[in-house]
């Protein structure tokens, strides 16, 4: 029973990959969120001012408002960056917030972590209920987190492999298309 239940939470995680999660935000993804609403605000204040038209009026007042719900979303940071008027959000250091932000928007948990830490938790939970059951379970999930570890030291050193030995690296390939689709996409989605 155990062991179903311990190889369905490897193989969902497995297969989920990791595009599905997400850090959560951090002070600076906070920052970007925020300072996106104070350029929302201050962009539908100019349009007013300048006597913009209805449309552009409008288009930067939903803008303002749809940029409410991603600051609420991301939640307030710690540190307000300077953000007053058109100048202060112009400003190098509100620049390179935004581009800190993009890149770090991008970033994903590594596989192998996420992995290892399932595993982690189910032997910690398996140690903690005890028993006959919870003791085979513990060791299947260690055996499991060897297995986890092995594969991936063949996977970094297949890849790096065919980073080096690019001649060989076609007939590699050519040798793995006798695997089955479903290892296929495993060994895909741990390289991802």
């Given at each position: 029973?155990?062991?179903?239940?311990a190889?369905?939470?490897?193989?969902?995680t497995?297969?989920?990959?990791?595009?599905?999660?997400?850090?959560?935000?951090?002070?600076?993804?906070?920052?970007?969120?925020?300072?996106?609403?104070?350029?929302?605000?201050?962009?539908?204040?100019?349009?007013?001012?300048e006597?913009?038209?209805?449309?552009?009026?409008?288009?930067?007042?939903?803008?303002?408002?749809?940029?409410?719900?991603?600051?609420?979303?991301?939640?307030?940071?710690?540190?307000?960056?300077?953000?007053?008027?058109a100048?202060?959000?112009?400003?190098?250091?509100?620049?390179?917030?935004?581009?800190?932000?993009?890149?770090?928007?991008?970033?994903?948990?590594?596989?192998w972590?996420?992995?290892?830490?399932?595993?982690?938790?189910?032997?910690?939970?398996?140690?903690?209920?005890?028993?006959?059951?919870?003791t085979?379970?513990?060791?299947?999930?260690?055996?499991?987190?060897?297995?986890?570890?092995?594969?991936?030291?063949?996977?970094?050193?297949?890849?790096?492999f065919?980073k080096?030995?690019e001649?060989?690296?076609?007939?590699?390939?050519?040798?793995?298309?006798?695997?089955?689709?479903?290892?296929?996409?495993?060994?895909?989605?741990?390289?991802?």
């Open positions: 029973m155990n062991k179903v239940l190889t369905l939470i490897v193989t969902c497995v297969s989920a990959g990791c595009d599905s999660l997400r850090f959560a935000p951090g002070e600076t993804q906070k920052q970007n969120a925020w300072l996106h609403n104070r350029t929302a605000v201050i962009t539908a204040e100019t349009a007013r001012a006597d913009a038209s209805e449309k552009l009026q409008a288009l930067t007042q939903f803008g303002e408002l749809q940029s409410r719900a991603f600051s609420s979303y991301y939640g307030l940071p710690k540190e307000f960056p300077q953000a007053e008027t100048e202060d959000l112009l400003g190098q250091s509100n620049w390179q917030l935004a581009r800190t932000a993009l890149i770090e928007s991008v970033e994903r948990p590594d596989t972590q996420v992995a290892d830490s399932m595993l982690e938790l189910g032997i910690g939970i398996c140690a903690l209920l005890g028993g006959v059951y919870g085979r379970a513990v060791r299947f999930l260690g055996q499991a987190r060897t297995k986890s570890k092995a594969l991936q030291e063949i996977i970094t050193g297949n890849e790096l065919k080096q030995d001649a060989q690296a076609s007939a590699f390939k050519q040798a793995h298309q006798s695997q089955s689709p479903a290892t296929r996409q495993i060994v895909a989605e741990m390289k991802a």
